[in-house]
């Protein structure tokens, strides 16, 4: 089962996701200029509300360079010396395939890892203690560092440091280990860049600030510059294998029901943080077309090939998501859907062959899941 999510949400003046240079980021599409935010910043979004929509802290993943730090503090906790403690981790980090920088005791890359890394990482640290020290204190002199041996236990206690079974959003949106291709693990949910259904022309917002404790005779600016933003109406998409997600989760049933409806709320309440404090672009997605399918997966940007020009952009995105999916069913069949549901927050939908309607979001959603999950 596949269960596909089409949003369309309006921001008024918002930098959700810049550029290198600050300014909103765009793309050409049907010829035009269109207002983008990348799937990266949408799955960020989304995995910071987990917790919200029902997982656990335990059973969501941690994004990070720093294994290291929060290793050295448990193992110094425990008794060991802080400074060999550094040491040995470093060692150790590396022992089991990973970059690491000598100085800042950060790994090469980012690392995908569960809640239950630092403890796998520590332990495996602790075990092989004299070891790693003995490796350390070769690096710093001039014999050949020692290699080390681990026994089957310890290569199980290393492999526990990146194993993705308990972490949803891993297997969610996959993780990818150039060292260790034996750790990748292949994303269940697919999430595209959200893009203007109209053309957008970037704007900039010219500002000034004065000194609060200016002399009342001195006039002026003591600070001014430029801040780029947009206004925008976006197309998401996101689609999300069932029965790859509970493959990825090794068969939980429970877990992976419960990280599909973290999915499926997760993604209709996240907004990116760019600049949110200086634009409070807060808004809700107004129109949801949600499919539930075998297999396949339609993505409908192309419903906004010609941008849309009415002035209710809402009303006529609307109009053209609903009519570009009716011609696509008409066309390709219906063969494998078995649920296709659209909602509405503010306004009334245009009939279309195929699909109900839901008056709130608890019906949508539950309409979503309950085909969706029944054989998970």
Known sequence: MIIELHLLQSFPVSNLNRDDVGQPKTATFGGATRGRISSQSLKRAARLLFAEHGLAKHETATRTKRLCDAAVAQLAEQGRDAGEARKVVIAGLESLGFGVDQVTGLTEYLLFVGADAVDCLAGYCDKRWDDLLAVAAAKEGTKKPAKIKPDAA????????????????????????????????????????????????????????????????????????????????????????????????????????????????????????????????????????????????????????????????????TARLLEHYGKLRGFYGSDGIHTAVAASATGDLPETDGVETAGTLAAFTARLLAPATAGV
């Open 154 to 317: 310890a290569r199980a206690e290393a492999a526990r440091l990146l194993d993705a079974t308990r972490a949803a959003d891993i297997a969610l949106f996959g993780r990818m280990i150039a060292d260790n291709k034996d750790f990748n693990v292949d994303a269940a949910s697919q999430v595209a860049h959200a893009l203007s259904t109209h053309a957008v022309a970037p704007e900039f917002d010219f500002y000034t600030a004065v000194d609060d404790l200016k002399p009342d005779g001195e006039s002026g600016a003591d600070m001014l510059g430029t801040v780029d933003f947009n206004t925008a109406c976006y197309y998401r998409y996101a689609n999300l294998d069932l029965e790859q997600l509970h493959g990825n989760l090794g068969g939980d049933a429970d877990l992976a029901g419960r990280a599909a409806t973290a999915w499926l709320g997760a993604f209709v309440h996240a907004v990116p943080g760019g600049m949110q404090n200086t634009t409070a672009a807060r808004t809700m997605p107004d129109t949801f077309l949600g499919v539930v399918r075998e297999r396949g997966a339609w993505n409908l940007a192309n419903a906004f090939l010609a941008p849309v020009a009415e002035t209710d952009l809402m009303a006529a995105s």
